[in-house]
Each structure stands twice: as C-alpha cells, then as structure tokens.
C-alpha cells in the first residue's frame, strides 16, 4: 500500500503548477495549493477531488513576504508532513521593454526568489527524509538577453540558492531538484509576441518535469536541442556570441 503523498504547489492557479498538480492526482495524494486567484484554486480543487485526491487551498501574494512568512507558519503547524514543496509561482516583464524600474525589479524578485526563501524557511521542518524541495528555474537563467535582466537574474538565482540547499539538506536526505524548462505554452509566454524556438505543449513538458522529480534530478535542462543551443553559445568567441545575440535581440524588440 502507498503511504499518502502531500504536495505543495505555488503557481497552482494556471500553467505549470495547474496542470502538474492534475498529473500527479491519485487516491493517494493530497494537495496544498497556492496562489492569488481563489475561483481558478476551486475550479482545481474540485478538478483533482473528481481524481480522488484531496486539496486545500490558500489565496497569497507571493510579492507581500510578511504575508508569505506569515503562511508559512501557519502552514508548518498545520502540516507535519509535506513529501514535496513545488516552488513554482513566477512571472515575466514583458520581453520587450528596454528598461526596468527598481520597483519592477524589487516586485520580480520578491515573487521569483525571495518568496521561495520565506516560505520554504518554516517548512523545511515538515518535509521528511526521502522528501523534495523543487524549484522551477528556467532556460532564461543560462543566458541573459538585454530585454529580461530582471527575469534572468531571479532564474540564475534560484540556480545558485537550489545548489546551496541541496547541499545544507544532504544530512536530512532532503533531495532538491531544479528544472531549467524553455519555453512551454501558458499564459505566461502566452504574453510573448516573438517567435519562441523549441515551444513545447504544457502536457509534454509536465511529463517531463515529473520524470526528472521522480528521478531526483539535480538540475534539469529540457528540451534537450534548446538547452544544447544555449551552452554551446556560451562557449562561442565574445565577437560571435555579439553578433549573434545582436541580431535575436533586434528582431524581438522589432516584433514587439
Ligand atoms: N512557460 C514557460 O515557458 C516557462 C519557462 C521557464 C520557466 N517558467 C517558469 O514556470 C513558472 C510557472 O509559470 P507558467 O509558465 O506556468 O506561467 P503562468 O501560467 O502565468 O503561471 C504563473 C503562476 O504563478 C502565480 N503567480 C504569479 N504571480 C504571483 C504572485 N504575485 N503571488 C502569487 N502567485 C503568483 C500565478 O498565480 P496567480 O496569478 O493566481 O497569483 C500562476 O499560478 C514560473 O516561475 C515561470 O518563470 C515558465
């Protein structure tokens, strides 16, 4: 008999964290969902209860950290037992705009990184051995285009906190897993009105992501060509590798 499995997904009000939570419902899972829009929370709530898993649900601003550390120790109190936390709210600038305020960058942060400190903190305690802690990185923090600074730097972020946090968790047997995706259809590239190489299906790229969790992956770049791409330009001649980003970067600013 399988022992009953307890997720918890930030983002699980569209996208990724909506159609993850669907693939991983069974009899034996119960969710803890997390995001700002309640009525898309219940319409997956009542979603994944047809499954015959089970689901709570909590509406937060990931931007507002007092409220997230504040939720965070509710929840720990709640929950003694949480298998695997799913940090996977985030959001973009729009890939066009030249420059970024400082309050656009602090808002970004707070939601993309921080936030995943805040909540994870309290939690830490309620995951048990052989659990995971899994952030959702993305491509865009291999390689920084001049229209998302911003977005780039809290993915590469999240890189570098994921790798220290494996390590802390090595004596606990907390596994961490970091998924580095390209672009997948959601409402988040939905925004994008440039052409995006490699797009994949939400379905395929959950299946994906799943098979890396279950695996424990360590860092998981996909797809697979895209990921290629972007290490084998890294490793070009600055002039090249200038040139090349030059020309990306103009054609996006002109379809934008
Ligand atoms: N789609 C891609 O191509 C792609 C590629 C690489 C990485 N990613 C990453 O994947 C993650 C999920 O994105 P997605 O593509 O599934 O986009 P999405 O459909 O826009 O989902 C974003 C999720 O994050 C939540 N969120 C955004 N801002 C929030 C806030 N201030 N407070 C609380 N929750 C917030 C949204 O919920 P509410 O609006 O209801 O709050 C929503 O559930 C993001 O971290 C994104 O950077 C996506």
């Keep these: 008999l399988n022992a009953k499995q307890t997720y918890l997904i930030t983002g699980a009000s569209s996208g990724i964290g909506y159609a993850y939570a669907l693939q991983r419902a069974s009899k034996n899972t119960h969710f803890i969902l997390l995001a700002r829009r309640q009525a898309r929370l219940e319409n997956l709530q009542q979603q994944l209860l047809e499954q015959g898993s089970s689901a709570d649900i909590f509406t937060i601003d990931m931007s507002n950290l007092e409220s997230v550390e504040a939720l965070a120790k509710k929840l720990a109190q709640q929950y003694t037992n949480i298998n695997e936390l799913f940090l996977n709210a985030g959001m973009s600038l729009g890939h066009g705009k030249m420059e970024t305020s400082t309050q656009d960058f602090n808002y970004l942060f707070r939601v993309n990184f921080l936030s995943n400190h805040t909540l994870l903190t309290p939690l830490l305690k309620s995951i048990p ?78 299946k994906r992501i799943i098979k890396a969790v279950d695996t424990k992956a360590e860092n998981y770049l996909f797809p697979k060509r895209f990921a290629l791409l972007i290490i084998l330009l890294n490793w070009l001649p600055r002039s090249i590798r200038n040139w090349y980003i030059k020309r990306v970067y103009q054609k996006r600013v002109t379809q934008t």
């Design 129 to 206: 051995e052989h659990g995971s802690v899994v952030f959702i990185s993305s491509l865009a923090s291999l390689i920084t285009m001049p229209s998302s600074i911003a977005y780039s730097s809290s993915k590469r972020a999240i890189n570098a906190y994921a790798e220290g946090l494996r390590y802390s968790l090595l004596d606990k047997k907390i596994d961490v897993v970091n998924i580095l995706p390209g672009f997948i259809t959601t409402e988040l590239t939905d925004k994008n009105d440039f052409s995006m190489p490699f797009l994949l299906p939400i379905d395929k790229a959950i």
